[in-house]
C-alpha cells in the first residue's frame, strides 16, 4: 500500500494550521507601543493614550503634561484599571467605565491608526460624542 497520500496529507494539514495561526496572531491591532490623540479638556490640551494587549485588555488614560512616550513606563496593567475590547476583522470596540460615567468607544483599525467614536453616557443620559483619531507609535514597553 502506497503511503505517500497519506504523508501529503499530514503534511498539508500541518502547514494550514500553521498558516492559520500566523495569520489569525498578525491582526490589525498593534501591542508594541502606545496608540494617542490630542483631546481639549477643561484643564486645556491633553493627550489621550491606549494601550492594548493580545489578551483583550486595554488600558486608557489622559494625560495633561507635554506629550510623550514616556507614559508607556508606567502605563501598566497591574496598576491601571482594565477594560475589555473586542475586534470583529478591523472593527473595535470597547467601554472605559467610572462610578457615574460610562464611554463606549468603537470604530476601525486602519494602518497604524485607530479611527474611533466616544459616546458617553452619565447614568442613562447621554453626553454626547467625539470622533477621535489615535495614531501609533512604537516604544519600549515594561
Known sequence: MNKTPRYLAIVLLIITVSVRTVVAAKGPLRFDGLYFCSIPTSNGPATSYLRFFPDHVVLVSIYTGTPTLEVAHWFDRRKEKNFRYTLDG?????????????????????????????????????????????????????
Open 90 to 142: 478591523a472593527a473595535i470596540r470597547f467601554e472605559e467605565k467610572s462610578d457615574s460615567n460610562v464611554y463606549i468607544y468603537s470604530g476601525v483599525i486602519s494602518g497604524d491608526s485607530i479611527k474611533l467614536r466616544v459616546a458617553g453616557y452619565e447614568g442613562s443620559r447621554s453626553m454626547g460624542y467625539v470622533e477621535r483619531t489615535y495614531k501609533f507609535k512604537s516604544t519600549s514597553l515594561p
